[in-house]
């Protein structure tokens, strides 16, 4: 069940009936809305509740075990629950890729191993709800927080659906109070979410969907019919593609939250503005930065240790992000690049101390730097093979300023992307205003309107959203 369809809609419209009808039915609401979160995962595939249930289940009875435990048995308790859940990650996610990595080294020494893969399709979204169940474990291990007492409460923190299949990575001390306790909506926070949903939809629809299918896909399917300038383009639009895209996914997650009465924290802060790749990451999937710092990067050492160690400390935590987002050696180069120019701007800090206040020039040179490098990054990113990838950078040097296969919709496409990154939060905060001041029938007319729009102006079909496969 996609985002952008009718049966989400009216799933969402009965969540919010049930949510705010029984907000004084603890029990009622928890079950009713764990059914609603168990329909919209089960219309990928109904056997995969099982897996998020059984995860669920199992980490939740670990942390009842761990209350008042002693520290031997907490930590074999922590121990037990890695190994489940990442054991679970690794068997669906990241078997057949260790295995063909394996006999590919082994038939490279000379020795012959059978080929052989494990047919099993990928849950949706185990990413996801895998390092959510688990900080939840970690949290109750550190006593950060205490174990909750009900199941059910915490099957539906798991499985809570706007934010089930890509996020935002919500920590259980944020989301399991307001699950159990429930939450009012105002008119005015009720308007707000439904204007955040509308302007993810058309985010997702005239920016990154069509970038997709008029600039990105073509020339990530076929580089060697493109010239550099195309290509360069193609690159830029897969920047603003998958930004638009995931961001859109974010704005509706948190306006779906928000209208059952659940304040989602945000998940981007225009990282495209950022001075630094260290910045980028403090801008960027906000709720897996702040994941990989706190349960990995701090765990590992940190900045505690001395320079050499810091900087192993980083190239792990973003070689691991890499291979997070995909069984495949092109993430781990992904991650890779990341991890290297974080710790080449922590060298280079060493000799050039921060000044007090940076000049405009040097801040609008750390911009365009720092965009360049992750967009050369999100290359390897989106190609299917390093050698699509190589053949995208050998497009990028070939000096061919042909442009016969630059569409006036494709680039109007990323004027727009560009435009929304830039627009200044003065600008949406009127827009809201605006948009409150109108009487609830106007609102609702001009959301219905934007989407029979949307529907009737797209050129392309809706694709599902790009952070759906992790």
Known sequence: MQFHSFEYAVLLLVAMACAHGLAKARRARTLVLLLLSSIFYGYWSSKYLVLIFGTATSDFLIARSMHRASFARRRALLLTSLTIDLGILCV???????????????S????????????????????????????????????????????????????????????????????????????????????????RIAMGLAKKTLIADTLG?????????????????????????????????????SDIAIGSAALLGVRIPENFATPYLAQSPREFWRRWHISLSTWLRDYLYI???????????????????????????????????????????????????????????????????GVVLT????????????????????????????????????????????????????????????????FHRLPAFAQALLVVALLWGLEETSRTELAPFIYFQF
């Open 299 to 365: 765990p590992l050492g940190g900045s505690a240790g001395n320079e050499p160690r810091t900087c192993v400390n980083l190239m792990v935590t973003m070689l691991l992000g890499g291979l997070w987002h995909g069984a495949s050696m092109t993430f781990v180069a992904w991650g890779a690049i990341h991890g290297l120019a974080i710790v080449a701007q922590r060298g280079l800090s060493h000799f050039f101390p921060k000044r007090p206040q940076r000049s405009r020039a040097w801040r609008v040179v």
């Open 108 to 195: 490279a020494l000379g020795m012959t191993v059978s080929p052989w893969a494990l047919n099993v399709l990928l849950p949706v979204g185990i990413s996801f709800y895998t390092f959510q169940s688990l900080s939840y474990v970690v949290d109750v291990y550190r006593g950060d927080m205490k174990p909750t007492k009900r199941w059910t409460e915490y099957l539906l923190y798991v499985a809570f659906f706007p934010q089930l299949v890509a996020g935002p990575i919500v920590r259980a001390k944020e989301l399991l109070p307001q699950l159990s306790e429930g939450g009012a909506l105002t008119a005015e926070q009720g308007s707000t979410a439904i204007l």
């Open 213 to 249: 299918a008029h600039l990105v896909d073509p020339v990530f399917s076929s580089p060697q019919m493109y010239s550099a300038v195309e290509t360069l383009a193609a690159c830029y639009g897969y920047a603003f593609q998958i930004y638009a895209d995931f961001s859109a996914y």
């Open 371 to 434: 965009f360049h490098i992750v967009t050369a990054a999100w290359v390897l990113f989106r190609a299917p093979s390093f050698e699509i990838a190589s053949e995208i950078f050998a497009g990028l040097a070939s000096l061919d300023f042909g442009t016969a296969n630059l569409s006036t919709v494709a680039l109007l496409a990323l004027l727009l992307g560009i435009a929304s990154h830039l627009l200044p939060d003065s600008v949406l905060e009127q827009i809201k205003r605006a």
């Open 92 to 106: 669906f996610k990241y078997f057949n890729f260790f295995y063909s990595e394996v006999t590919a080294g082994l």
